[in-house]
């Protein structure tokens, strides 16, 4: 039997999921668990791992990753923990960041748009010190007002993805402010995760998704989409979180990508 043979036989049901369990075990390649979803928070290692292929490819020696609403930690130490090993295989410094409050979801708007139905202010509190104790040197926690972090906190390394964790629509308008900030560098394609944009109670007036329509109006060279074709090849592409994921495209880079190419074959 080809290889070819035995990875589709792996990629059905039932085998996959024991293909799954064996490879979150076992001490394999950072791009084959992140293709079989073999991690703590799979979108994580994904966005990480692309942050750091698109950096490499686009010739940067380091990458940005970016948590807003990090409340008790656990994404971002995943996030910590992914970057770490994304740097080992990468050769890509990775430096990650985690945006809140620290005090749980503020009080919002007031109106339907921040789903006062679902979310309640002071809704999932930091323990400050207990986080910070376990975070690498190369890990940032910034705790601010969304608004103010988004237009001001300098960033050590292009942005390359963004995870964001705000549940109201105004969090969320707030932080994606930080793509229109002429002082910060984006890769051309910025990988995002919006965790709540498929949930049942959401809808295209209010917001995560809201927030992101509203971006799009805002921004001349900055637009978000669906991350187009991310569910292809994969053994899991039913899985949840790739509903999620989205890709901020730096139009105006990818024009200087073009103009860059014609004048080299003008030479």
Known sequence: MSLLAILAIAKEPPFRRLVKFLLRMLPLGVPLKALWDAAHLPHYLFGVLYAAEQARREGHSAVSVIEFGVAEGYGLLTMQDHAAVTE???????????????????????????????????????????????????????????????????????????????????????????????????????????????????????????????????????????????????????????KGMYLAHDLAAINQVKLIRQAARMR
């Open 88 to 242: 080992r295989h990468t050769g890509v410094r990775v430096y990650v960041y985690g945006f809140d409050s620290g005090t749980g979801l503020p009080q919002g708007t007031g109106d339907y748009r921040d789903h006062p139905d679902v979310w309640k202010p002071g809704d999932y509190q930091m323990d400050e010190p207990a986080l910070r104790s376990r975070l690498a040197p190369s890990t940032t926690l910034v705790i601010e007002d969304v608004s103010e972090t988004a237009l001001r906190q300098p960033l050590a390394a292009p942005v390359g993805f963004v995870a964001l964790d705000l549940d109201l629509y105004s969090s969320t308008w707030a932080a994606l402010r930080l793509l229109l900030r002429s002082d910060i560098h984006l890769l051309r394609r910025v990988a995002l995760y919006f965790d709540d944009t498929d949930a049942e109670y959401n809808h295209r007036f209010a917001g995560e998704i809201l927030a992101i329509d509203e971006f799009n109006r805002a921004s001349e060279s900055v637009k978000i989409d669906y991350w187009r074709g991310i569910q292809s090849g994969r053994p899991f592409p039913e899985a949840g979180w790739l």
